[in-house]
């Protein structure tokens, strides 16, 4: 069961440089957490958080902090995400309406990444960063906004890095016993000058399991990750 376990909680670990719009990663660093991970973590302390009880649109709540809560509504509400204090328990901001006009949203999806929120539109195709800290110091702050491909499937949520969008290549497949390599690399870099990647469509097998995993960054450490 221990086995099974670890094998479950592979990590893949990309450490990568944009340079270009589209190109491919060599010496990639693969990391294998160990056993012990699992028999040596500690335990979660449950504990009660302050959340507005007047939320009938609330569909999901994250903790910045352990003092902002950040609720993320259903697209019922009229707007994405609200952003309190729970020390005075007092609303701090709104961002990022629902609605067919500019710098609104039809359908939103986010990752929540250490003090910033990447929120995705994938019928209007963009992607907004959101700084949880310039929210809290400037009532002016307006999200980060970046287009994505109008064209390229995306299967899982993209990020940005430096002046760059990260995508997994959905048609990204290896298989080296049948010497399959289709459609390399397994991720892509859109830059703003260059919105749309070098994809040819000539695939010919049917990936579904590629953009399964979560893709993140961290310009803290110049990397980014894939985890599977």
Not at 68 to 79: D, K, P, R, T, W
Not at 118 to 136: F, P, S
Request: aromatic letters at 12%; glycine letters at 4%; one cysteine or more.
């Amino acid at each position: 069961m221990r086995y099974t376990l670890a094998i479950s909680f592979i990590m893949v670990l990309i450490l990568a440089t944009i340079t270009s719009s589209c190109s491919e990663k060599n010496n990639i660093e693969v990391v294998t957490l160990d056993e012990h991970v699992l028999t040596n973590s500690n335990l979660l302390k449950e504990d009660s958080v302050w959340y507005p009880i007047d939320s009938i649109y609330a569909k999901k709540f994250y903790v910045y902090a352990d003092s902002i809560l950040i609720m993320e509504n259903n697209q019922a509400a009229g707007n994405f995400l609200n952003i309190y204090s729970m020390r005075n328990q007092q609303l701090i901001a709104k961002l990022l309406p629902f609605g067919e006009g500019p710098e609104e949203l039809l359908y939103a999806q986010m990752h929540y990444d250490g003090d910033v929120m990447r929120v995705t539109d994938y019928i209007k195709r963009t992607l907004y960063n959101i700084n949880i800290e310039k929210i809290l110091t400037d009532k002016s702050y307006k999200p980060e906004l970046l287009p994505l491909s109008q064209n390229y499937i995306i299967t899982t949520s993209p990020v940005s890095y430096g002046d760059s969008i990260i995508y997994v290549n959905p048609f990204h497949y290896v298989n080296r016993q049948a010497n399959i390599n289709q459609q390399p690399p397994r991720l892509i870099a859109s830059s703003k000058g260059k919105i749309e990647p070098k994809m040819p469509m000539d695939f010919d097998y049917m990936t579904f399991n590629v953009g399964q995993g979560y893709l993140g960054a961290n310009a803290h450490l110049g990397s980014i990750f894939f985890c599977i």
